[in-house]
Structures are given as C-alpha cells and as structure tokens.
C-alpha cells in the first residue's frame, strides 16, 4: 500500500492501532521517515500481527484530541453548531472508544479553527471582506444591507431584556389621554417622564433605540396597551425584506482579492459567544 505523504503514514498506522485496541513506540522519526513498534514487539508473536489489549479500556492513549479533530473535519466543516455529545458518539461509532467530553469539546475548537481559521484571523478577514464588498457594491446599500440585519437580530434581544427590567419599575401618574407617563426607578427612587404620544423618555432609550425601553413596557403593563405599537417599522420583517431588493455583486475566489490595507482591528474577547453545548 502506497501513501501521498508521510503524514498520511502515521494517521493511518495510528488509526489502526486504536481501531484494532494496541499501542506503538515510535522508534525513529525523521522529515522522510517514520519507525514504530508494537508495545507488544517480542511478547510471543510471530509474522501477522494478531495481538490485541489485555485489558478493555474506556480511552487509547493515541486518540488524543489531535486524531479526533482530524475525524471530525467533515462534520464541523457541515455543521459547526455540532454538539459535543454527538462528536463522543460519533468517535465511539467509529473507534469504539467513550471520549472524554472535555477532549471532545477540545478537538471541536481545533477542528473549527483548522476548517475556518481561529476566531482572531476569521475577526481580520471579516474586515478584508467588507473591504472587497464596499469596492463591489455601493456603498450606501452595503451599509443599508448590513445595518438593516444588526437592528432586527438586536431588536428582540433588547425587548426581552426591558421586559425583565420593568419589573423593577412603578408608574406614578399618568395622563392616559396625552399618554403622558411619570414613573419611579425602585432602585435608586429616580422619577422620569415618557410621552408616548411623542415617542420620547427622559432615559432617552426609547427616542435613540426607537423601540419600547423598560419604562415604557412598564406603563403599558400598567395601563393594558399593547407595547407592539411603539415599535419603529425598522424592526419589522417587512422592513428586513426590503433589503433583499438590492443587488448583491458576486465576489470571486480570495485569490484575486486586492490586498488589505486598512487598520487592523483587535477583537474584544469579552464579545466572544458562549459555547451552548450540553
């Protein structure tokens, strides 16, 4: 049997001895060379190899989290929301052994990073890529294009987090008729005005963000009026789908990019999303 390179040798050779439940010293390994020996060598064998492990072991020493990233690619490649225990059963399927889940969850960042770069190189590509996207398009529709999805994927964030809020807010007096509001910070006693009517809050939330800030839910908790009207049309899917009306310029292959000269940014790592997995 024939191999590409020496790389492909030794994966192969570790692969089949977690498959077949051995282990091997490395006698010698140099850049065209790669010597290894069965732990088993001289213990009572000769010509094929049929040894096997004395003992039945939950883990293998060789299938470290290097080997199952390597395993994983193509199913990180097509889903990189895997979850960590689909990665152990899809390493116990294939080389009957249990993982542990913190070496699963390991080989899961390796894998991301190999397939699609770490977090920091993808944050410098991003901006090579908007680059390339501003010389292509527009301008003013990029920006349209991009700005319309942040304020519909944020929007709702937003809500539910005033809606916990409002609890920690009462309304003192209210003229319903002008939809004049006066409320009460529980915490700290502070007393603001709102007027509906105007779209305005003295916390200057509700005239900036254009949707309902946690004083406002409070008052339309209070007063039984549907919060859902004081939302800026911008947040609504109407709105999101207009801007699939602009044409998007197909970008060639990166190879033809023109290089990136722009101002290199540091990703904060405080942004950085949370790993969901369970």
Not at 43 to 65: K, P
Not at 154 to 164: C, K, L, T, V
Not at 253 to 266: D, I, K, N, Q, R
Request: with cysteine.
């Amino acid at each position: 049997m024939e191999y590409s390179s020496r790389k492909s040798v030794v994966e192969a050779i570790r692969s089949y001895t977690i498959t077949r439940g051995v282990a091997y010293d490395v006698y010698e390994s140099e850049p065209q060379t790669f010597y290894a020996k069965c732990k088993m060598y001289g213990r009572g064998y000769n010509g094929r190899h049929t040894c096997t492990m004395g003992v039945i072991s939950q883990d293998h020493s060789m299938l470290d989290s290097d080997t199952v990233a390597e395993a994983i690619r193509p199913l990180v490649k097509t889903d990189s929301s895997i979850k960590v225990k689909f990665i152990i059963a899809k390493v116990q399927s294939r080389f009957n052994y249990t993982i542990s889940y913190q070496k699963a969850w390991l080989a899961k960042q390796k894998s991301i990073a190999k397939v699609f770069s770490d977090w920091e190189e993808s944050f410098q590509a991003f901006l090579w890529w908007l680059s390339v996207m501003v010389q292509k398009m527009s301008g003013s529709s990029l920006a349209k294009a991009c700005g319309q999805h942040w304020v519909f994927k944020n929007g709702g964030g937003r809500i539910e987090a005033s809606m916990q809020q409002a609890g920690n807010i009462v309304v003192h007096r209210f003229d319903r008729r002008n939809e004049v509001f006066e409320v009460c910070k529980m915490t700290s006693g502070k007393v603001l005005v709102l007027d509906l009517a105007r779209r305005t809050c003295d916390s200057g939330h509700f005239q900036v963000e254009r949707i309902p800030c946690r004083h406002v839910i409070a008052c339309c908790v209070n007063q039984r009026i549907d919060w859902q009207l004081y939302v800026h049309d911008m947040y609504k899917m109407t709105e999101v789908r207009k801007v699939y009306r602009f044409e998007f310029t197909p970008l060639s292959e990166a190879e033809t990019w023109l290089a990136y000269e722009g101002p290199t940014s540091v990703a904060n790592p405080t942004l950085r999303r949370t790993s969901k997995d369970t």
